[in-house]
């Protein structure tokens, strides 16, 4: 079972950036696809990224479309998600999620594993 590990989360200004980090553990890594997604409190939790297996195509919410990029590195295991142009609307609990094959998908039941989340807060 794929174990995730968030980091890179933080407090920053509207306008800021960061880039959240996922480390995973499992032998099928190269060949799962990955997502993120996050969670404001009173909402329900929304798809934000996601990318094939090989890293070769990702989607976005269009909410962070031209805003936030997601990569990866299949030798280091390692899901990142770099965010620019930061909005107080972003702000949210950032959870990194592994899917069951190698396409990605926007719909949560896709990723089975989820790792413990990491705090994004954007201040005005």
Not at 103 to 110: H, L, M, R
Request: proline share 4%; glycine share 12%.
């Amino acid at each position: 079972q794929a174990q995730l590990v968030e980091s890179g989360g933080g407090l920053v200004q509207a306008g800021g950036s960061l880039r959240l980090s996922c480390q995973a553990s499992g032998r099928t890594f190269s060949s799962t696809a990955m997502g993120w997604f996050r969670q404001a409190p009173g909402k329900e939790r929304e798809f934000v990224a996601a990318i094939s297996s090989s890293g070769g195509y990702a989607l976005y919410a269009d909410s962070v479309k031209g805003r936030f990029t997601m990569s990866r590195e299949n030798a280091k295991m390692t899901v990142y998600l770099q965010m620019n142009s930061l909005k107080p609307e972003d702000t949210a609990v950032y959870y990194c999620a592994a899917g069951s094959g190698s396409y990605p998908f926007k719909s949560p039941g896709a990723y089975p594993h989820r790792g413990q989340g990491t705090q994004v807060t954007v201040s005005s």
